[in-house]
């Protein structure tokens, strides 16, 4: 399975172009997609979905396994309902029913989703239930859930029906490192015969979780390829150098710095030379400098 986007285009109303021709070759297991706030990601992940038109380019989905509402091949653009019978998607903005109960919202997708016969809707959503860890509060109302809770749901709503194709928003903004962890243990536990396409802005997620990305920046693809790959690219290419936070901006002026951070009071810089640099240690590059080093060829990012 495949989902294979090219030349993907698209500006809204107000002239912001979000996608600028954006190509991708996504196959089966855990696809991170980087970038800074405003990069493209949502609008990619919505177009993918099925929920907003692009002006250009195509995407499709090929190598489904065949069944009799699915063919072998999806135009993603164009036969968005039979995509729709294949996709799990949890949004960036997930919006609950604070008054419903997470076994009654699930059993309601799971009719939506067309599974009519209700002891294998029971079954599907306990199912669900017991792998997101939601079991023994599935009679509490959604609206008394924690974000870490509310985001397990979204996952459990998103997979229902078994998709093939499951692309997840910025999944664990604001939750709290525990709640993260047994989101990340959720979303490896997922199918190795499905596409998982979860966008994030945070770096650790996609060290942890993915074994091919891609960076996007200012609505282009700044780098793809596999995390361990392009770390090993950034080799002997990383210096770094305590420095007083007043020094910043000289440090600016004379060398190519990817990004600065406060560690324990001190300044940490990273700089980027094929060369080595004076007054500089050299470090091994992580998938940090990956982000930064690409996403600095294309904007300024301050981050100190
Ligand atoms: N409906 C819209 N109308 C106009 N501009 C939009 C719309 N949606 C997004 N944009 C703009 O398109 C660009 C890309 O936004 P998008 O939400 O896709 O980025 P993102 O990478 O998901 O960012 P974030 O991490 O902040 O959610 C931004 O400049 C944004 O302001």
């Known amino acids: ?27 089966q297991g855990m696809f991170g997609l980087l970038g800074p ?11 993918i979905a099925t929920l907003q038109e692009a002006d250009s380019g195509s995407v499709r989905l090929t190598g489904l396994p ?41 059993d309601h997708i799971a009719s939506l989703k067309g599974i009519a016969n209700s002891r294998e809707r029971k079954e599907i959503v306990e199912g669900l239930l ?18 870490g809770m509310k985001q397990r749901f979204g996952i459990a709503q998103a997979l ?25 243990n959720l979303l490896s536990e997922i199918g190795e015969n499905t596409i998982v396409i979860l966008s994030t802005h945070i770096v650790e997620d996609v060290t942890n ?9 200012l609505g282009e693809v700044v780098a ?4 361990n790959d392009l770390v090993a690219g950034l080799n002997g290419k990383i210096w770094q150098k305590f ?27 990273h700089a980027y030379s094929d060369l080595p640099l004076s007054g500089f240690d050299p470090v091994s590059p992580d998938l940090e400098d990956v982000y930064f080093a690409k996403i600095t060829e294309k904007m300024d990012v301050v981050t100190v």
Do not use: W
């Open 243 to 269: 420095i007083e936070k007043t020094e910043i901006d000289v440090y600016r002026r004379t060398h190519r710095v990817i990004s600065t951070q406060l560690k324990g009071g001190k300044t940490r810089l």
């Open 209 to 217: 979780l993915c074994s091919d990305m891609a960076i996007i920046c």
């Open 37 to 47: 706030n405003g990069a493209g990601k949502s609008s990619l992940m919505r177009t």
């Open 66 to 106: 065949v069944d009799s509402y699915t063919p072998e091949r999806l135009d993603v653009l164009t036969q968005k309902d039979a995509v729709r019978r294949v996709l799990g998607y949890l949004p960036q903005e997930f919006g609950v029913y604070p008054r419903v109960t997470a076994e009654a919202m699930l």
């Open 160 to 184: 229902i029906g078994s998709p093939r194709l499951i692309i997840v928003d910025e999944p664990t903004a604001g939750l709290d490192p525990a709640e993260r962890n047994r989101f990340h």
């Open 1 to 27: 399975m495949q989902l294979e986007i090219q030349d993907l285009s698209k500006t809204y109303a107000n002239g912001v172009r979000a996608l600028k021709s954006i190509s991708l070759t996504i196959s």
């Open 130 to 147: 017991q792998k997101v860890n939601l079991y023994q509060v599935r009679k509490k109302n959604l609206g008394t859930y924690s974000g």
């Open 224 to 227: 793809t390829g596999d995390p």
